[in-house]
């Protein structure tokens, strides 16, 4: 028996993840001598309806169908879309057919994550927001939230093992626990231990709601680190915290009163876009977990609109192959690809592989961009 119930790579390449009745249909159109050229679609939506979300997991998507016998376009990450193919799939039915299961579970998880760090990070455009949110998810799947997370525009994030598959570095610095490992009464203690324990490249922050009133453990950390306390966070339980944009305000001005203005406030425990609008005027950082981590997937769906070479679909879904396009003032629109140039803005779906090679590289800060840029032109979590 394995350790954890975690379905391995080996599984999601060779194309065992899958939905049992993909195996049966690859029986069955092998005993009947079938295998037509097909063209396949993902969609979240047939037209666009204005409800943006961002697209994610592209590059896992990449990596799942490379070296297959087909041919794949798809929206580059980063990029918003509201309906209309997001990734398009020519070739043989039996080459991709057992990988709909995998492909469909790593764009719509992703993209669901991306589309919650995005729209965390437009409610508090001009904050630091960090990704706190791994523990809301199992470990297996860390990295693929923390990648989310930034792809979302978040700052940065806490997870360890994470930030070794990204290349990126977690941040953080202490939690209640290690208050309470000293006891109630000595939090200075355990400010002062963490001040010398850890290197000089961690940020000084002090979590300062454990036992006692917001303010007064505030203060007796700046007593405690004098010049070298960065920030103070708040995490106060919910159903002890009370008015928090009136607990963060009362802090700043005890801070600003004794000349402890560049102290800096970080507020974590249970935040949202909502939390963030109405804080973010009275604190310089949050951390947000279980909105982001905690998304509901995009409702994708895979589709074959088109076999050897005619418009083909089922019922409620529509046939021929199609093209997204965005004009440069937001606005999206939904063709038949064969009419690809037209007027109606730029083409999103790009070349992804091409006879199982991969032809596109990732460029993780570059998504972000694009995803910011995007939020930006259509008015994304626009209140």
């Given at each position: 028996m394995e350790p954890f119930d975690i379905v391995g790579p080996e599984?999601?390449?060779?194309?065992t993840a899958t939905d049992a009745y993909f195996q049966r249909t690859e029986t069955t159109l092998r005993h009947a001598g079938r295998n037509p050229t097909v063209v396949a679609e993902v969609t979240a939506d047939q037209f666009p309806d204005g409800e943006f979300e961002l697209l994610a997991g592209v590059k896992d998507a990449a990596a799942l169908l490379s070296g297959l016998d087909v041919d794949v376009d798809a929206i580059p990450e980063g990029r918003l879309f509201d309906g209309g193919p997001v990734l398009r799939i020519e070739g043989p039915y039996l080459a991709f057919a057992r990988y709909e299961t995998s492909l469909l579970g790593l764009l719509s998880h992703a993209s669901g994550i991306a589309t919650a760090a995005l729209e965390a990070r437009r409610a508090a455009p001009e904050s630091t927001v960090l990704s706190f949110g791994a523990?809301?998810?199992h470990p297996s799947l860390a990295a693929v939230v923390e990648r989310c997370a930034l792809l979302g525009g978040l700052d940065g994030f806490s997870h360890?093992?994470?930030?070794?598959?990204?290349?990126r570095e977690a941040g953080g610095t202490?939690?209640?626990a290690l208050l309470i490992c000293f006891g109630r009464g000595n939090q200075e203690a355990g400010w002062q231990a963490f001040d010398e324990a850890v290197g000089p490249e961690v940020p000084?922050?002090?979590l300062c709601d454990t036992y006692?009133?917001?303010?007064?453990e505030v203060l007796r950390a700046v007593e405690t680190l004098?010049?070298?306390l960065d920030s103070v966070r708040l995490d106060t339980t919910g159903s002890r915290r009370g008015d928090f944009q009136h607990i963060l305000r009362e802090v700043r001005w005890e801070l600003d009163a004794r000349g402890h203005g560049d102290v800096d406030l970080f507020v974590s425990g249970g935040l949202g876009p909502t939390e963030l609008r109405t804080l973010r005027d009275v604190a310089d950082g949050f951390g947000v977990g279980g909105y982001v981590a905690n998304a509901d997937p995009v409702d994708f769906a895979l589709d074959i609109v088109e076999v050897d070479g005619e418009p083909a679909a089922k019922r409620g879904k529509l046939s021929g192959a199609k093209q997204a396009y965005r004009t440069p003032e937001g606005g999206h629109h939904v063709g038949l690809a064969e009419r690809e140039g037209s007027s109606e803005g730029e083409p999103l779906l790009e070349p992804l592989v091409r006879d199982g090679e991969v032809v596109r590289e990732f460029d993780l800060d570059a998504a972000t961009e694009r995803a910011l840029a995007d939020a930006e032109t259509v008015g994304f979590g626009a209140t």
């Amino acid at each position: 028996m394995e350790p954890f119930d975690i379905v391995g790579p080996e599984a999601i390449s060779d194309g065992t993840a899958t939905d049992a009745y993909f195996q049966r249909t690859e029986t069955t159109l092998r005993h009947a001598g079938r295998n037509p050229t097909v063209v396949a679609e993902v969609t979240a939506d047939q037209f666009p309806d204005g409800e943006f979300e961002l697209l994610a997991g592209v590059k896992d998507a990449a990596a799942l169908l490379s070296g297959l016998d087909v041919d794949v376009d798809a929206i580059p990450e980063g990029r918003l879309f509201d309906g209309g193919p997001v990734l398009r799939i020519e070739g043989p039915y039996l080459a991709f057919a057992r990988y709909e299961t995998s492909l469909l579970g790593l764009l719509s998880h992703a993209s669901g994550i991306a589309t919650a760090a995005l729209e965390a990070r437009r409610a508090a455009p001009e904050s630091t927001v960090l990704s706190f949110g791994a523990r809301h998810v199992h470990p297996s799947l860390a990295a693929v939230v923390e990648r989310c997370a930034l792809l979302g525009g978040l700052d940065g994030f806490s997870h360890v093992a994470a930030g070794e598959v990204l290349g990126r570095e977690a941040g953080g610095t202490m939690p209640h626990a290690l208050l309470i490992c000293f006891g109630r009464g000595n939090q200075e203690a355990g400010w002062q231990a963490f001040d010398e324990a850890v290197g000089p490249e961690v940020p000084r922050v002090a979590l300062c709601d454990t036992y006692g009133d917001e303010v007064d453990e505030v203060l007796r950390a700046v007593e405690t680190l004098g010049e070298d306390l960065d920030s103070v966070r708040l995490d106060t339980t919910g159903s002890r915290r009370g008015d928090f944009q009136h607990i963060l305000r009362e802090v700043r001005w005890e801070l600003d009163a004794r000349g402890h203005g560049d102290v800096d406030l970080f507020v974590s425990g249970g935040l949202g876009p909502t939390e963030l609008r109405t804080l973010r005027d009275v604190a310089d950082g949050f951390g947000v977990g279980g909105y982001v981590a905690n998304a509901d997937p995009v409702d994708f769906a895979l589709d074959i609109v088109e076999v050897d070479g005619e418009p083909a679909a089922k019922r409620g879904k529509l046939s021929g192959a199609k093209q997204a396009y965005r004009t440069p003032e937001g606005g999206h629109h939904v063709g038949l690809a064969e009419r690809e140039g037209s007027s109606e803005g730029e083409p999103l779906l790009e070349p992804l592989v091409r006879d199982g090679e991969v032809v596109r590289e990732f460029d993780l800060d570059a998504a972000t961009e694009r995803a910011l840029a995007d939020a930006e032109t259509v008015g994304f979590g626009a209140t």
